[in-house]
């Protein structure tokens, strides 16, 4: 019995358990979210975010802490498309932004138990992980990865500049009416430092402005966006 | 680390949810475990900015990458490795990903080890001795020796234990000849091994005269010794 478990590959995994309806009933379609994740190759553009509203990643994560993997795995299903994305944007090469969004996995298994279900915010607090990941990557001892690549890691791909990247994020979005408010140089130095993990010297260089007054931008460009924020 | 101010703690969440914090991150994570105000800071900031993530244009992941993760993820689930390892347990180390990585590295490192180790043996292997010298106190011990190595090294090895007073050193002289007279080739602290450097001079020949003189702790003013001899020796040949 156990050996046809294991042989059948996925069928290793723990069955599906009844408690798991908790979020599973509230994805809408988990079918309809892979499809559409499979049609949005990064040639292809659409005007509004795909966000899986009724996925319920807070149970997802605390089944993840009951050591159900089956939970890890409607995780990946959902999110390992936009986080690949994510993942690209700061590392430009898909193997090492694919080794960010594994690490990213495993670190969302690791601690899925550390994760308040009181406070919320699954899906926020998975992509702090994965930007965690990501920008240690970007900047720490797998830096020597990116010397045979220098070139890539501008600004190759014209869908990622900050303007096209403001007007994806939805009409409601609070971020988006205040960085609306920002003059251009501000809004779009802090977009690139979130998008490309930029630092300031690195926007200086791009934006062709001396390196204190790059600094200055961000500074006071965070700053009215706290005002506007609240 | 002190807890910074409430309007700080905003600034520094801000820029660190941006990801502009760069060398500081680590910090900041201690910081976060100790300042739950600074935690729910951060966490506001990333809640807005998550907002920017979710522009992205997805990306369809490689085949295998659910595999990878998924094969990682079993080392975190003890409950089920009593199972794997009744039912397929070569087939199922030897796919272990993460194992052989591991594995990888821990012989890449040990190679490594190995080529530094070996290196460090050869060249610290000893160069022969072509000329010593023993250097005798006043009463007649060996106080230390100076051997010229066949590389052109020279080296002082003490035998004695030296009491230097304070602020007084040892200073270390060689004299080839009455023209030329003593030359500085160094000054110590305290009786230790020391590699003297014997600058422009040619390697000692047989019956060269070290001394070493006690001197103030800065080395004789007069370029001369002007203090107490300790002990001195002549060169000589080796077999």
New interface residues.
Partial sequence: M??A???SGYK??PLYTPSLAVYSSRLISRELANES??L???S???SK???SAAFDYDAALTACAS?D?RA??AL?DVE???M???A??LLKR?SL??DA??DA??NI??KAASFNTD?G?G??WM??IL??RA??ML?GEDRIDFTDDLESFGLTSE?ENPED??S???DA????RCLQTLDEPKRNA??L???H?L??GELAGKLGVPLGTMKSW??RG??A??EC?G | MMSPAPEDR??LA??YA???L??H?ARIEEMMEDDPVLFSCV?HW?????????????????AG??R???E??MQ??P??AP??H???NTN?LWQNLPLWRWTALAAGAASLLLVFGLTAQILQTPSPAIMVAVLQQDDGKPGAIVEALADGSVRLIPLQQINVPRGRALQVWTKRNDVEGPISVGLLDQARTLRLDLGQLPTPGSGQLFEITLEPETGSPTGRPTGPILMKGLTADTL
């Fill in positions: 156990q050996t478990l294991a042989i290793r995994l994740a499979a949005m190759k990064p292809l553009s659409f975010p795909a966000y050591g993997s890890l795995k990946y390992a498309p936009r690949l994305g994510v690209m944007r898909q932004a694919e969004v594994h996995f495993v298994w690791s406070l915010g899906r926020g992509y702090a930007r965690n920008l240690n900047r869908d990247a403001m994806r994020m939805s979005s609070a971020l988006r802090i977009v430092a979130y998008m993990g630092s300031h961000i500074r965070l700053l966006l706290k924020l | 905003d600034a801000m820029e941006v990801g502009l760069e060398a991150s966490r990333r809640q807005h900015f998550t907002e920017l993530d979710m522009t992205v244009l997805p990306f369809s992941p490689s990458l659910w990878r993760v998924e990682s993820v975190f689930r409950e089920a199972i794997r009744r039912t397929s199922s």
